[in-house]
C-alpha cells in the first residue's frame, strides 16, 4: 500500500511536470542508469528532492558534530546533501549494490568521500545504532517495523522521515515543504517509565515519583507517606531532558530536569534552592 503511495507520488509527478522528475535519464551516470519506482528490496526506489533534503536536514538541526543515517539511502542524495551542508559524518545503508556503487560515485563527485559511507545491506539487519541523526524515505510500515529498534537509540537522536509517520507516534514537530510533502520529526525519548525515590521536593520531602511513559510524553504521581499522592498529566520528554507541572494544595510547581546514567536531577520553579534529585526505585507490587 505505501508502495502504491510512493509510486502514485511519481505518477502524480509525472502527471504535473512532464515527465521531468519521473525520468529515468535524470537519475544515474554513464555506469549505471536508475529507473524511478525501481525494485528495491521491501520498497522501491524514489529519490527525496535535494530541495527536501535540506529542509529536512534543517527539521533535525543537523550539526556538524553528528552522526547521519539514511536507511535505504538510494542514489546517496540525503548523506551526500548532509555533507556538503553540515561537514557531518554520513552513512548510508542500501540493499540493491548498483545504487550503493552509484552513491559512492556520487560522493567521489559531489568531493565529500571522506565524509560519506555506503554500504551494502539491509536495514533490518545492519547496525544504525550509533547515529545521532535518522533519516527515512521508506513508507509507514517499514517505518513502524524499523520503531522498536529507533526507540531503542540514544535518547536525543533526531528521527526525521520523507512523507511517512512512524505508526501512531506522535511527531515533535512537522513541516509541510515547499514541495508540498510533510516531513516528521521526532526526538529519541529517554526511558523514565516506573518508580523513582525521589528527594527534596517542598512539603513532601521523601516521595516516590511514578511515572507512566508513552514515547515522549508522560502522566504520574508523586506518592508519600506523609501526604496524599498528587497526580500530574502532561509531562513531556526531549532526548534527555524532562519536565512536568504538578499542583500541591495553592502552590503550582513546575520541574525541570535531565536523565543522567540513570538518575534524574533538576530543579522546581527554576529557584536553584529547589534542587531534585531522583533515582529508581524497586518497582512496588500491586495489589
Ligand atoms: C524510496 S527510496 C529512498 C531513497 C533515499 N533514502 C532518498 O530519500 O532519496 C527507498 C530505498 O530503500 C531501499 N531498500 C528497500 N528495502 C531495503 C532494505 N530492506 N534494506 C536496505 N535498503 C532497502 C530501496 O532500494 C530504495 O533505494
Known sequence: MHTNRILLGCLAAIALTGMVACSSTNYGDDQFQLRMAAHGKDIIWMPTKVETTHEMLTLAGVKSTDILYDLG????????EAAKLYGVRAYGIEYNPDLVALSIRNAERAKVQ????????????????????LTLYLGE???TRLMPKILAMQPGTRVVSNTFR???????????TRSGDMAYLWVVPAKVDGSWAINGLPRVDKANLVI?????????SIQSPNSRTIHFEDGRINGNQLEFEYQDGATKYSFKGQITTGQLTGILNNDPKLQIVAKRAAPQLSR
Open 114 to 133: 571522506n565524509l560519506v559511507s555506503f554500504r551494502r545491506g539491509d536495514i533490518f539487519v545492519e547496525d544504525f545504532s550509533q547515529a545521532t541523526v
Open 73 to 80: 539511502s538510494g542514489d546517496g542524495v540525503i548523506p551526500i
Open 166 to 176: 512512524i505508526d501512531s507516534w506522535i511527531p515533535d514537530r512537522e513541516i509541510k
Open 212 to 220: 507512566r511513559q508513552k514515547k515522549q510524553f508522560f502522566d504520574g
Open 141 to 143: 510500515s517499514l517505518n
